[in-house]
Structure formats: structure tokens, C-alpha cells
T-cell receptor
Framework: GENVEQHPSTLSVQEGDSAVIKCTYS??????FPWYKQELGKRPQLIID?????GEKKDQRIAVTLNKTAKHFSLHITETQPEDSAVYFC??????????FGSGTKLNVKP | EAQVTQNPRYLITVTGKKLTVTCSQN?????MSWYRQDPGLGLRQIYY???????DKGDVPEGYKVSRKEKRNFPLILESPSPNQTSLYFC????????????FGSGTRLTVV
């Protein structure tokens, strides 16, 4: 099955700086890549997603890039704010039924 | 309010005592799924359902059962719970396969002693 690896496991940035979280996947058939944000004690929430026919997608301060050749995708958060502090999960799916999640990145934005 | 409702939020049980965690969504979503979340392992898919009476195994189905008799409900059944099933469980739904991403329930923290 698919294997999704996520790095780094923890990331600490100063407020206003950018943060980048990277994921790699193993199955070239994967074609859908969502990102979820989970605040402490809460449920995961979808923040952005990308399909394999697109190389980049932006939504305000958040962007996701996809490199199908290298089988990796990244989450970029610009102008970070303390409320961005959370655990972020990437995921990959090849048929929209089975989803494989990364192990998570704990982002700490220092004021 | 559109939501996925899980019950109970917290559950402590003993090894071998059958239990059911309920999940219900009011959004008329076709697709529902169960996940377990363990530290350092992210979310792992247990079972999913594409529609009524259509279910299939995810990545870690051993020790679990599900059913989808109605579109809105997708209960998770542990016939004989064991301590290694102690975890945080999430139910999730989406409008359809490849839709706009999941809506997750608020989670069920299960402890098996």
C-alpha cells in the first residue's frame, strides 16, 4: 500500500516568518493530496487540497505544491500567526476511498 | 447545523466486552470512514463506506466491524476489545468520493483495560 512520510515532526517559527512542511509518497497512482490542521483537543479540519493535474494551489496565506515526478508535496504558510500553531497532517489517496496520512507536524508560532 | 456526531466522547471498558461507537451525519453524505489516531502514527483508516450496504477495509481493519444500513449512520463495532485498541477514534464523512474533503466528528477517546 501507499506510504506517506512527513517532515519535520516539529517546527518552530517566529511570528511573521514562513513555514514549510514536506511530504513524500510512494505510490505513483496517488492523485489526491489534502492537508488537515488539528488544534489541540479538536478534530482535524481540511485547510487545502490538490489534485495531481495541478502543480500548485493557493488560498490566502496557505499554498500547496506538488511534484509528481519526485513524488512529494509541500504545505507553505506565509506570514505565520500564533493561531497557526497546531498539528498539520498531509494525506494521499489514489481512488478517493483509501487515504494514507503522514505522521503529523507540530507547528509552534512564537509571538 | 451540518455536522458529524460521534458518541460517546470518552469510554473506558474492559478487555473482551463488546462495544459500539456511533457515528451519524446530517449532510446526506455518501462517503463515511473511521480512523484511529495514535501518537507518532498520524491517522490510520480502519474502514470506509461508499454508500448504504457498501463497506470496505482500510489500512488497519483487524478487530473492528462496521455496518451501513442507513446513509446517515456508520457505527464502529469492537466485538472483543483489547488494550492495543486504546486510541482516539474519528468518524468522517464527505459528500462523495473525491469530494471536498472530510468533515470529521469530534472524536471518541477509548481506553481498554
Amino acid at each position: 500500500g501507499e506510504n506517506v512520510e512527513q517532515h519535520p515532526s516539529t517546527l518552530s517559527v517566529q511570528e511573521g516568518d514562513s513555514a514549510v512542511i514536506k511530504c513524500t509518497y510512494s505510490d505513483s497512482a496517488s492523485n489526491y493530496f489534502p492537508w488537515y490542521k488539528q488544534e489541540l483537543g479538536k478534530r482535524p479540519q481540511l485547510i487545502i487540497d490538490i489534485r495531481s493535474n495541478v502543480g500548485e494551489k493557493k488560498d490566502q496565506r496557505i499554498a500547496v505544491t506538488l511534484n509528481k515526478t519526485a513524488k512529494h508535496f509541500s504545505l507553505h504558510i506565509t506570514e505565520t500567526q500564533p493561531e497557526d500553531s497546531a498539528v498539520y497532517f498531509c494525506a494521499a489517496s489514489d481512488n478517493f476511498n483509501k487515504f494514507y496520512f503522514g505522521s503529523g507536524t507540530k507547528l509552534n508560532v512564537k509571538p | 447545523e451540518a455536522q458529524v456526531t460521534q458518541n460517546p466522547r470518552y469510554l473506558i471498558t474492559v478487555t473482551g466486552k463488546k462495544l459500539t461507537v456511533t457515528c451519524s451525519q446530517n449532510m446526506n453524505h455518501e462517503y463515511m470512514s473511521w480512523y484511529r489516531q495514535d501518537p507518532g502514527l498520524g491517522l490510520r483508516q480502519i474502514y470506509y463506506s461508499m454508500n448504504v450496504e457498501v463497506t470496505d477495509k482500510g489500512d488497519v481493519p483487524e478487530g473492528y466491524k462496521v455496518s451501513r444500513k442507513e446513509k446517515r449512520n456508520f457505527p464502529l463495532i469492537l466485538e472483543s476489545p483489547s488494550p492495543n485498541q486504546t486510541s482516539l477514534y474519528f468518524c468522517a464523512s464527505s459528500l462523495r468520493r473525491g469530494g471536498d474533503g472530510y468533515t470529521f466528528g469530534s472524536g471518541t477517546r477509548l481506553t481498554v483495560v
